[in-house]
């Protein structure tokens, strides 16, 4: 398909999109047929999207990026989830040899000396398995949400991903976090026990903290770094690609 057609493609699916509920809309999502891969970090907004297609069985296979580097609590609610929704979350790893050119080149911890050394090791743990875990995908649903960050106030609900050629759906863009909290509790659907502990969005172990009262939901990670904009480099918005800016 050509980046033209995707373009107008995620641009009518934008409009589509907004006026469904979450069930709705990732059925629409499902149907369109080709590869749909739901990526999840089994944070609380993940765990709603994998209830949705575990409850209804939907055609959209369910991937995780297993960085190496995650908390205990988040590797033990892997397989909790599966078991509560019989299904599969296909694991993505780094490869050891990126992992000992990283270490050898910063330092296995590396990353908090510089933005530099942090973007590397995202590179090497997180967007080079993403891109195994989408290689010919023609969908990319996330758990977005426009709340979660300045950074993400304008994520649409569909938009063509340049990088990436394929459709990237936002199917929570538009939901807050209480109602994120409402239906995980008439759901029971099972959490991260550290959000209980103060970590509203929660990655990789040394990167991530605790946040005080009043913080930004995403202060907690690369903390000590002071772009307010930063991201692991995922989710990264480019300008005017379709019909809404993330
Ligand atoms: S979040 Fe931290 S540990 Fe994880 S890949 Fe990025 S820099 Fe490395």
């Known amino acids: 398909m050509t980046a033209i057609t995707l373009i107008e493609d995620a641009a009518t699916l934008n409009s589509q999109l907004a006026s469904l509920?979450?069930?709705?809309?990732?059925?629409?999502?499902?149907?369109?047929?080709?590869?749909?891969?739901?990526?999840?970090?089994?944070?609380?907004?993940?765990?709603?999207?994998?209830?949705?297609?575990?409850?209804?069985?939907?055609?959209?296979?369910?991937?995780?990026?297993?960085?190496?580097?995650?908390?205990?609590?988040?590797?033990?609610?892997?397989?909790?989830?599966?078991?509560?929704?019989d299904i599969n979350i296909v694991r993505y790893e780094p490869e050891q040899a990126d992992i000992d050119a990283y270490a050898e080149k910063y330092g296995l911890n590396g990353f908090y000396e510089s933005v530099e050394a942090r973007h590397a090791c995202c590179g090497v743990r997180k967007l080079k398995p993403l891109a195994r875990a989408l290689s010919g995908a023609t969908i990319w649903i996330t758990g977005l949400r426009r709340g979660q960050s300045a950074n993400r106030?304008?994520?649409?609900?569909?938009?063509?991903?340049?990088?990436?050629?394929?459709?990237?759906?936002?199917?929570?863009?538009?939901?807050?976090?209480?109602?994120?909290?409402?239906?995980?509790?008439?759901?029971?659907?099972?959490?991260?026990?550290?959000?209980?502990?103060?970590?509203?969005?929660?990655?990789?172990?040394?990167?991530?903290?605790?946040?005080?009262?009043?913080?930004?939901?995403?202060?907690?990670?690369?903390?000590?770094?002071?772009?307010?904009?930063?991201e692991c480099g995922l989710h990264v918005h480019e300008e005017g690609a379709t019909a809404a800016a993330q």
């Open 21 to 85: 509920d979450l069930a709705g809309r990732l059925s629409l999502v499902a149907g369109l047929g080709g590869r749909a891969v739901f990526t999840t970090s089994l944070g609380i907004e993940d765990q709603v999207i994998t209830a949705e297609i575990g409850n209804h069985r939907l055609p959209i296979e369910v991937a995780t990026l297993q960085t190496g580097r995650l908390f205990p609590e988040t590797l033990a609610l892997i397989g909790e989830t599966e078991s509560q929704y």
């Open 153 to 230: 106030a304008d994520t649409p609900f569909a938009e063509f991903d340049p990088e990436r050629n394929l459709i990237k759906i936002n199917p929570l863009a538009d939901w807050d976090i209480d109602a994120i909290r409402a239906y995980v509790a008439d759901n029971s659907v099972p959490v991260n026990p550290l959000h209980a502990r103060g970590y509203p969005s929660i990655g990789c172990e040394p990167c991530t903290r605790a946040i005080k009262p009043g913080e930004p939901e995403r202060a907690g990670r690369w903390w000590w770094e002071n772009d307010e904009k930063r």
